[in-house]
């Protein structure tokens, strides 16, 4: 009898010792990093951002080294089926990580070489299917504007010539950009508190599709780059400052760190990728945190008594070209109806090219410039207005500037969807 027992008591403790550790969320979500570092092994540029652990990186390498595109669009199917099956732990993290993954799939999928229609792969990759306007419907717009810039020549010339009379010289740029983006920042921290010691570097480089570009390094700092190949304009300074910086990119990237990866252990957000419905909250946030930082006619003030002595430049027409700024900003749903047609084969780059010139008031190269960037990043173009509109609405469904800068810190430092903005 004693001996039986001593016999069946190890085997039990065996047992239990060897027993299967319980699936969860975090487990799946270190698997999640593993598997888009792989992608991005794939694909240059697919990955924005990582600051995560050194050995999931190289996990990730090995991954890549391993598994074929196929082999990976798999993984990522099955990783999302166990996350769905894993949502009762945590809802809302379980969708976005599943909302993240669909949109993995649908990039391995192009990847492969399958052809999607510019809505399938919007909302594949975003989770937005874009409800566009025709072109025609830009024209009164376009009239309005023809009326606050009068002259001779087309009115995208008109306009181009009158805007360059705001160029900031080569040699002006950093100091205003410096106060540009000190002026953003200490807007944005009246409301949200920083981690502490964040910090970004600015740099200004050549050869780039893009106006603006913000590489986040991790450890609250930000790498800020400023295309320079074409002249630059006095009111892209607060733009970008805010779009790059504060409280752009840089916050957002920086709360997301400090309160979910390093605040909650949650490894998802230590890695960025670009194709997925993430960037439709950080561009969209990004672009609306200009009005928000600067509203009414705040930035004309600031840009007048701040940035025009820095660079050197007159105030007679400033409130002129703010309106013209303005007027203009009602023509950005036209670029993603051109990009609409031209990645789904209905016009050609020259069309698309000569459509931007007209709709976006701007030269030939700066057109060429845009459709250059779609060519790249193909329906990213979507984030930046409708995402802008949605964060706008949800934002702007609050009453008082406490509560909208309340409203716009919980957008930026949770795990938030598109599907979770407020919508009308």
Request: net charge positive; glycine share 6%.
């Amino acid at each position: 009898m004693s001996r039986y027992l001593l016999f069946v008591v190890p085997l039990a403790l065996s047992s239990a010792s060897t027993a299967a550790p319980r699936d969860n969320l975090n487990a799946a979500a270190r698997d999640f990093v593993r598997l888009e570092l792989a992608i991005g092994e794939k694909e240059d540029g697919y990955i924005d951002a990582y600051y995560g652990p050194a050995d999931l990186k190289a996990e990730g390498q090995a991954l890549a080294k391993t598994s074929d595109l196929p082999a990976l669009q798999d993984r990522a199917q099955d990783l999302r089926s166990r996350i769905a099956k894993l949502a009762a732990e945590n809802p809302r993290r379980s969708r976005f990580l599943q909302a993240q993954l669909t949109a993995a799939v649908t990039r391995l999928r192009m990847m492969r070489g399958e052809k999607l229609s510019f809505d399938d792969e919007a909302l594949g990759l975003f989770g937005l299917r874009p409800k566009l306007k025709p072109l025609s419907a830009y024209d009164p717009i376009l009239a309005r504007i023809d009326k606050l810039i009068p002259g001779k020549g087309t009115l995208a010339e008109r306009v181009d010539a009158f805007q360059d009379g705001f160029l900031i010289k080569t040699e002006r740029l950093k100091p205003v950009f410096d106060a540009a983006i000190a002026g953003c920042k200490a807007r944005t921290v009246r409301h949200i508190k920083l981690p502490p010691k964040e910090r970004f570097d600015l740099a200004f480089v050549t050869g780039k599709s893009w106006s603006g570009y913000n590489y986040y390094q991790g450890k609250y700092h930000s790498k800020i780059e400023v295309n320079t190949d074409l002249p630059i304009r006095i009111s892209r300074a607060v733009d970008l400052g805010c779009h790059e910086g504060y409280p752009g990119h840089h916050v957002l990237n920086s709360l997301l760190e400090q309160r979910l990866e390093r605040g909650r252990g949650w490894a998802e957000f230590s890695v960025y990728p670009l194709f997925s419905p993430q960037s439709v909250i950080a561009e969209g946030s990004a672009n609306y945190g200009i009005d928000l930082a600067f509203p009414g006619p705040q930035k004309l003030a600031f840009e007048t008594s701040t940035l025009y002595p820095r660079a050197g430049l007159p105030t007679r027409d400033a409130a002129r070209y703010d309106a013209l700024l303005r007027a203009m900003k009602d023509l950005a749903g036209s670029r993603m109806t051109i990009a609409r047609a031209f990645l789904d084969g209905r016009i050609s780059e020259a069309q698309a090219v000569e459509l931007q010139r007209k709709y976006g008031l701007t030269s030939e190269a700066r057109a060429k410039q845009s459709i250059s960037f779609t060519k790249q990043y193909r329906t990213y173009v979507i984030n930046y207005g409708l995402g802008e509109q949605m964060v706008k609405l949800d934002v702007e469904s609050r009453r008082g500037t406490a509560a909208r800068w309340k409203r716009f810190e919980q957008i930026i430092s949770e795990p938030t969807l598109p599907s979770d903005l407020k919508s009308r």
